[in-house]
Nanobody, 124 residues
């Protein structure tokens, strides 16, 4: 079992930055691919970014590529999402998730554990 707790969300103006954190506890965090997803009410949960368990590989949705950076510190059992040049369309609840996979995973159905989410609101 892995427990995930996100933090760092909030209200920011367009063009601003936020850094989300996801603290993990429980089973061996370092062996999990970690992903970030987001969801707007009434819409399907959307993949944002993911990082391989070793940190050697990352993958981003086209909508955030060049603006967001995912990283992890296995010694601290924490994964981060640095979000720069934020846009109003980035407004959503952001979730981190953990998947026991052999590659970077973008599909939500492959993730085993989820956090409770943190709200990010970008004003225009």
């Amino acid at each position: 079992q892995v427990q995930l707790v996100e933090s760092g969300g909030g209200l920011v103006q367009a063009g601003g930055s936020l850094r989300l954190s996801c603290a993990a506890s429980g089973r061996t965090f370092s062996r999990y691919c970690m992903g970030w997803f987001r969801q707007v009410p009434g819409k399907v949960r959307e993949f944002v970014a993911a990082i391989f368990w070793s940190g050697s590989s990352t993958y981003y949705a086209n909508s955030v590529k060049g603006r967001f950076t995912v990283s992890r510190d296995n010694a601290k059992n924490t994964v981060y999402l640095q979000m720069n040049s934020l846009k109003p369309e980035d407004t959503a609840v952001y979730y981190c998730a953990a998947a026991q996979t052999d590659s970077v995973e973008t599909r939500a159905t492959f993730y085993d554990y989820w956090g409770q989410g943190t709200q990010v609101t970008v004003s225009s």
